[in-house]
């Protein structure tokens, strides 16, 4: 029987996004212009396609608006950074949203630092992830900013605590980590080279699961009171933390789907708005 509390992700973003879309609507009212987050989508992988639309209806529903740049999948890098570097210099475009992955052709992060700093809503770029990692004001990486909404919101102060991240990827593993490392946790790092993995999350007081393995993270591996986070989305909604086993340890864990999965979406209409308010002049709202 499972004894950890969930971590409600879906009611959480729920009342982020509410909160954003006041704020949007206000932004909308003081500036006569409403936030607008660019989407950019190279090819029609299908999964993203359908990411790229549900971002466009939470904007609509939000109050921001969304300027689509559906891209054929054989651009080149280069066409891609003209893109980008053409909506950076837009001052109707707020936030700038690059679906990923993009082509095996394509130099993703050629393509990610043509990204505007100031429009990195989506967190990717280095600059996004240098002020990340001091605790510096700017953009967070959206997963792992999600990661750390939750953790706030259900009370778990990561200082002092042992963290570890399974998984290092730079859109969501590494920023995790580092996001904790900003917040005082002691921090570890495990990826696919990791020689003892099960005794590495049995030492962890907090442990975020960012692979993309299903159900890689036994219960018996969880310490006893240990708070579980699950940003993996395997397909069949399994996620990378084995559920019904570690939830009879944890104290805390967070469901797949309706966990991290949610806070996504809610952290990145929260960071347009934030954008935009920068960038029309009325921070504050
Ligand atoms: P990724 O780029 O494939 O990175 C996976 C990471 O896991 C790598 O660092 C890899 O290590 C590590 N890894 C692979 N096998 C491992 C193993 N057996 N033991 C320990 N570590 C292992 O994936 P990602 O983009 O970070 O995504 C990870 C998961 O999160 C996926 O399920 C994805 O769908 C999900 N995700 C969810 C959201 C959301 O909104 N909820 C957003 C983004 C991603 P190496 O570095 O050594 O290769």
Known sequence: MSQARLMDGTSLARRILEETGKRAAG??????????????????????V???????????????????????????????????????????????????????????????????PGKDVDGVTFASFATMSFGLPGFVSCTPGGVMRLLDEYGVDPAGKRAVVVGRSAILG???GMLLLARDATVTYCHSRTRDLS???????????????????????????????DAGYNPGNIGDVDFDSAAERASLITPVPGGVGPMTIATLLEQTVDAAARQLGAAGV
Do not use: W
């Not at 932004?27 to 993203?48: H, I, K, N, Q, W």
């Not at 651009?75 to 053409?86: M, N, P, R, S, Y």
């Open 27 to 48: 932004l909308t009212e003081r500036t006569g212009t409403a936030p607008c987050l660019a989407t950019v989508l190279v090819g029609e992988d299908p999964a993203s």
């Open 50 to 116: 359908t990411y790229v639309r549900m971002k466009q209806n939470r904007c609509r529903k939000a109050g921001i608006t969304s300027r689509h740049v559906a891209l054929p999948a054989a651009t080149t890098t280069e066409e891609l950074v003209g893109t980008l570097e053409a909506l950076s210099a837009d001052p109707g475009v707020h936030g700038i949203l690059l679906q990923h992955p993009m082509g095996e052709h394509i130099d993703e992060r050629a393509a990610f630092e043509a990204i505007a």
């Open 199 to 229: 005794a590495a999350v049995r030492e962890a007081d907090i442990v975020v699961a960012a692979v993309g393995r299903p159900r890689l993270i036994r219960g018996q591996d969880v310490k006893p009171g240990a708070v579980v986070i």
């Open 174 to 176: 590494k920023p995790a």
